[in-house]
Structures are given as structure tokens and as C-alpha cells.
């Protein structure tokens, strides 16, 4: 299991202290983490050129995060590329991307696109266009969010990473963070209103867990119990290192900044 000093009061901790996940240095550990929960590595940036169906309904997932064609953010990541970059290889399939929205169907996808996307991964505007969609549609609300709550860079993570895996609102029979964050403030006040940094973020983990059993694709809570919940339980509110945590069984480690 993993291991680590708990900080002294962690229960009362006021996390807004400190740098926040937007600071570049917390952000690479973010992204990081991220990584060793969508793609078993803590090389995050060697995930642009990634795409597979997962067999989760949600059609290709590919990219830093996990944009999905079936849900529509990977169209808004290939529509960003086509206004930088016009007439490259990915942008004659924004027909096909826009049809299967809402699918995980590949129809005027396959492999054709897969190996453009993969080949894209090479070109900056793409990797850019990809920073971009994440940033408008995942980091910048999460934190932003996290930040309104008095939560410190391990809520902002915990808030962003919610985001990823789950998106904003609920949808095809999924929890989305909207409701998550609604049911661990029936629960528990945030910082923000006074309440126990601890005990607000293990409500919001509580409730996160209870929407991971909810789909079938996505059962394992590893994510949480054998990462996030235990830097909650270390009060590491700024994620400071050494961080030491484990997904899928596969143990991490980050030893700096």
C-alpha cells in the first residue's frame, strides 16, 4: 500500500494556501497523474498521437485526456486544428465526426483517421489544439470551481480530474461533476463555508465512487481509493511531494518539485 507522512492537523487543513493547479509546476503533476489513470504511464505528453476504441460506448477515445468522438469534444479539438492549421490530414473528417456524435459508431472514421490523428500528433498546432480544448473544457472550469470552494491544488485536482473522467453534466445515463459536487455539499460544507477540507473531499470522493459504480465501463475506483483518498488522508491539500500512489494495481511515484 502506500505510504507517507500525514501532515499534523491534516482534518483542518485550509488548502487554498499555496500555489494552485494552474501553476505550471502543479500542472505537470496533474497531467501526470492523469496519465498513469487513462494510459498506465506518467509520460503524458507521449499521449497525443493515443487513440482506440475502449469498447466504453463512446466511440474512438484518443488524446492527453481521453477526447472522445462520441461525445464531441474530439470534434472541437479537430475543428481547433482546422482553424490553425487549414487543409490538414484530420480536417476532411469533421463531416463524419460531427455524424457520429452522440455514438460509438466509426462510420467515415476507421482507420484512415485513426493513422491521420496519430501522424497529427506530430505537428504543434495539433498538440496545441489539444492543450486548448482541455484547458477551455476540463482545467479552467475545475479549478476555477475548486477555487470558489476553498479548495487547494489537491481539490482543484481532484475537481479536474471528475472533469475528465465524467464531464460537466450528466448524460447517457452518467454522473456527471455537477452532480457529484451537489451531493457531497449535502454532505459536507467546502472551505469555503467553513467546513473541513477532509471531510468536504472525502464526501466529494464518496460521491465520485457511487457515480464510478453506476457505469458498467468505468467500475474500477482505484483512481480514488488507492490515489486520491489517500492524499486526503496524508493532507497533502497543495499536492506537494512526494506523492506515492497506485491505479489498476501498477504503483506510481513523483518525487519533485
Not at 15 to 35: C, F
Not at 192 to 220: C, M, Q
Amino acid at each position: 500500500m502506500l505510504s507517507g507522512c500525514s501532515a499534523s492537523g491534516a482534518g483542518s487543513g485550509r488548502g487554498s494556501a499555496g500555489p494552485g493547479l494552474d501553476d505550471p509546476a502543479k500542472k505537470e503533476i496533474a497531467m501526470q497523474l492523469i496519465s498513469s489513470a487513462e494510459n498506465s504511464t506518467l509520460d503524458w505528453k507521449a499521449q497525443y498521437k493515443y487513440i482506440e476504441d475502449i469498447g466504453d460506448g463512446r466511440g474512438y477515445t484518443a488524446g492527453i485526456i481521453g477526447f472522445c468522438s462520441g461525445t464531441g469534444d474530439m470534434l472541437k479539438v479537430v475543428e481547433r486544428y482546422a482553424a490553425s492549421r487549414p487543409g490538414n490530414p484530420l480536417e476532411r473528417f469533421l463531416p463524419a465526426l460531427r455524424a457520429v456524435k452522440g455514438s460509438d459508431a466509426h462510420d467515415g472514421l476507421g482507420r484512415p483517421f485513426t493513422e491521420a490523428w496519430t501522424k497529427a500528433a506530430a505537428d504543434a498546432a495539433f498538440r496545441s489544439a489539444q492543450d486548448a480544448e482541455r484547458d477551455h473544457s476540463y482545467f479552467d472550469p475545475a479549478v476555477r470551481q475548486a477555487k470558489d470552494d476553498g479548495l487547494g491544488a489537491l481539490g482543484q485536482f481532484i475537481y479536474y480530474d471528475a472533469y475528465v473522467m465524467h464531464g460537466a453534466a450528466d448524460s447517457g445515463g452518467t454522473v456527471g461533476f455537477r452532480t457529484m459536487r451537489r451531493e457531497a455539499l449535502a454532505a459536507a460544507e467546502p472551505p469555503s463555508r467553513g467546513g473541513d477540507e477532509t471531510t468536504y473531499l472525502n464526501a466529494f470522493l464518496d460521491a465520485r465512487v457511487t457515480a464510478i459504480r453506476k457505469e458498467p465501463s468505468h467500475s474500477d475506483t482505484s483512481r480514488i481509493e488507492t490515489a486520491q483518498r489517500v492524499f486526503v488522508r496524508e493532507g497533502r491539500f497543495r499536492l506537494e511531494t512526494p506523492l506515492r500512489w497506485k491505479v489498476y494495481g501498477d504503483s506510481y511515484r513523483i518525487d519533485g518539485p
